[in-house]
């Protein structure tokens, strides 16, 4: 059965079912045959047609005879259920193909809520239906979107160790966090802090520096240690990988309140670490 899709664009070639010189008595028939055909494709397109199958797996059957799917087919319909992720649809058996919004981003929870009109379009290349319609999910509040033009962020970026270039930077900190050692151990987490404060409470034997960033990026550690009040305590355990200028590991000041500050970057991800320190800073 003929479709809208086999209409040519040139008037001439439009024969199929209008000859030259046919038979007056099929004229009606021809002229049936081409409101069937708009009345098909009209139906398949207002968002009339119903959805079945499941949650992420949606089913739609058109009143089109669709033998195979084509690049620019489009339909639209009324979603039963909402989804719950990632999301395909299979129309009249042609098989299910993933939907995406935004050109080629997979649909994620409530991107569909049930009754909502679905418009897509297939996409030969990527073998995916595009989603044309809005997503159910709100976009952010414009008070959460930090503009082009500035503005004043409420909440953390996580750049997920992607570059920020060529930025000019005034009036920053970096983020400073205590640690305290158990049964003698301490850990320096990288994710959590660049900047680190210790009070000795005990003798430190085991040292774990965790997390530093991915090799072929520089990154900085600074422990800044207080030597206990009325006791001194020791601080060893460092790593094999920590390499100390002038081959001299870190050993604390023996001073009761004294402040030393430790210094440990990395470039190879923590494979090698570089240490120096400061020593006996005045107590207060």
């Known amino acids: 059965m003929a479709e809208i899709n086999d209409f040519n664009v040139t008037d001439d070639f439009n024969t199929a079912r209008w000859p030259e010189s046919m038979y007056p008595a099929k004229v009606n028939d021809s002229g049936r045959a081409d409101e069937g055909i708009l009345a098909r494709w009209h139906k398949d397109t207002n968002g009339s047609l119903v959805s079945t199958g499941t949650a992420n ?139 680190f404060a210790t009070t000795l409470t005990e003798n430190i034997t085991a040292i774990t520096l965790s997390n530093p960033p991915a090799s072929g990026n520089y990154g900085e550690i600074v422990w800044h240690v207080t030597q206990h009040a009325s006791a001194a305590k020791t601080v060893a355990g460092w790593h094999a990988a920590v390499k100390w200028a002038d081959n001299a590991p870190y050993v604390a000041s023996t001073t009761v309140g004294a402040k030393d500050r430790v210094f440990l970057s990395t470039n190879d991800g923590g494979t090698t670490w570089f240490g120096e320190y400061r020593k006996g800073y005045a107590r207060c």
Not at 83 to 104: C, E, F, P, Q
Not at 117 to 126: E, L, N, S
Not at 132 to 159: E, K, Q, W, Y
Not at 167 to 175: K, V
């Open 57 to 195: 797996a949606y089913v739609v059957t058109t009143n089109r005879t669709l033998g195979a799917l084509y690049d620019g087919f489009r339909v639209a319909w009324e979603a039963h259920v909402a989804n719950t992720g990632a999301t395909t649809v299979n129309v009249s058996t042609t098989g299910a193909k993933a939907l995406r919004k935004h050109h080629d981003q997979a649909l994620v929870s409530g991107d569909i809520e049930a009754g909502q009109k679905i418009d897509m379009i297939y996409d030969a290349d990527g073998d995916i239906y595009q989603m044309l319609s809005h997503v159910a999910n709100a976009p952010p509040a414009s008070a959460d979107v930090l503009l082009l033009s500035g503005g004043t962020m409420t909440g953390d970026i996580n750049n997920a160790d992607k570059r920020v270039i060529r930025p000019l930077i005034r009036d920053y900190g970096i983020e400073h966090t205590a640690v305290s050692s158990s049964s003698g151990a301490i850990t320096l987490d990288y994710s959590t802090a660049n900047s």
